[in-house]
Nanobody
Framework: QVHLEEAGGGLPQAGGSQRLSCVVS????????MGWFRQAPGKEREVVAA????????YYPDSVKGRFTISRDNSKIVMYLQMNNLKPEDTGRYYC???????????????????WGQGTQVTVSS
């Protein structure tokens, strides 16, 4: 079991940048597929980035490709989401998720994830 805690949300302006972090604690001796998801009011949770535990595989939907970068530090204790050139449509509550899986597994939809943080709000003003 792991515990996830996000931080770094805020009120960036359109065109600006924001970096989110997700601290992973608990059974980090196991491997997990991990990802960042966002949810806007009245909308379903959607993936914005995913990464394998090995770090060798990443995924971005077209909506954020070239603007967002997912990464994790070498200790695998903290996962980051660097968001550049933000748009008002990037507004939402951002969650990090984890699911125990083999090291090269990439999971790009929210339903299989077992562990979630409490989320951090990002509101992009135009």
């Amino acid at each position: 079991q792991v515990h996830l805690e996000e931080a770094g949300g805020g009120l960036p302006q359109a065109g600006g940048s924001q970096r989110l972090s997700c601290v992973v604690s608990g059974r980090t001796d196991r491997s997990y597929a991990m990802g960042w998801f966002r949810q806007a009011p009245g909308k379903e949770r959607e993936v914005v980035a995913a990464i394998s535990w090995s770090g060798g595989r990443t995924y971005y939907p077209d909506s954020v490709k070239g603007r967002f970068t997912i990464s994790r530090d070498n200790s695998k204790i903290v996962m980051y989401l660097q968001m550049n050139n933000l748009k008002p449509e990037d507004t939402g509550r951002y969650y990090c998720g984890a699911k125990q899986a083999p090291p090269d597994t990439l999971i790009v939809v929210p339903s299989p994830y077992d562990y979630w943080g409490q989320g951090t709000q990002v509101t992009v003003s135009s």
